[in-house]
């Protein structure tokens, strides 16, 4: 059984900083990418971030792209998103997200993702 709790939102000036952990348990350590995908009112859910399981292989969404990094303790199981010179458009309640090995989705896709957080809401105001 996998299960990721996230934690670390909050409610931030634009221009401020958040950092966001997914603490992973079960087998997390079996998927190839574990990363962040948000979902804003109305909106769709969208990729965020990745990272791959040796933490060697990142990828981030261009609008969060020299803002956002992604990282990984693999001794915690931990994944944390850094959030620097956040926007209001970056509102939304952001979720962690672990694939399986051999996903076949691209790993920019929801549909990829076999396991999921309950999220955690963080809000930029003006």
């Known amino acids: 059984q996998v299960q990721l709790v996230e934690s670390g939102g909050g409610l931030v000036q634009a221009g401020g900083s958040l950092r966001l952990s997914c603490a992973g348990s079960?087998?997390?350590?079996?998927?190839?990418?574990m990363g962040w995908f948000r979902q804003a009112p109305g909106k769709e859910r969208e990729f965020v971030a990745v990272i791959s399981r040796s933490g060697s292989v990142t990828y981030s969404a261009d609008s969060v792209k020299g803002r956002f990094t992604i990282s990984r303790d693999n001794a915690k199981n931990t994944v944390y998103l850094q959030m620097n010179s956040l926007k209001p458009e970056d509102t939304a309640v952001y979720y962690c997200?672990?694939?399986?090995?051999?996903?076949?989705?691209?790993?920019?896709?929801?549909?990829?993702?076999?396991?999921w957080g309950q999220g955690t809401q963080v809000t930029v105001s003006s």
């Open positions: 997200a672990a694939d399986r090995a051999g996903g076949s989705s691209s790993y920019n896709q929801p549909q990829r993702y076999a396991y």
């Open positions: 079960g087998r997390t350590l079996g998927s190839v990418f």
